[in-house]
């Protein structure tokens, strides 16, 4: 059995996912966070940052 019998060699496709950004933003120290739609943090989560970090959590007002 040979090296070449041991590998299958098969050309490989790059699939590109992108996903739509959360109408939530973080902005905390001067960085701008958005995850993707559906990931964004709970309302205990979003205060607790607010109160302990001083991070804060915006919604978009068009997506209202």
């Not at 958005?34 to 309302?43: A, F, I, S, V, Y």
């Amino acid at each position: 059995m040979n090296e070449q019998d041991q590998f299958e060699w098969r050309e490989t496709y790059i699939d590109w996912h992108v996903f739509a950004p959360s109408e939530w933003s973080c902005n905390a120290y001067g960085v701008n966070y958005r995850p993707t739609k559906g990931n964004h943090p709970n309302w205990f989560h979003r205060q607790m940052c607010a109160l302990l970090l001083g991070v804060r959590w915006v919604k978009d007002k068009e997506s209202e």
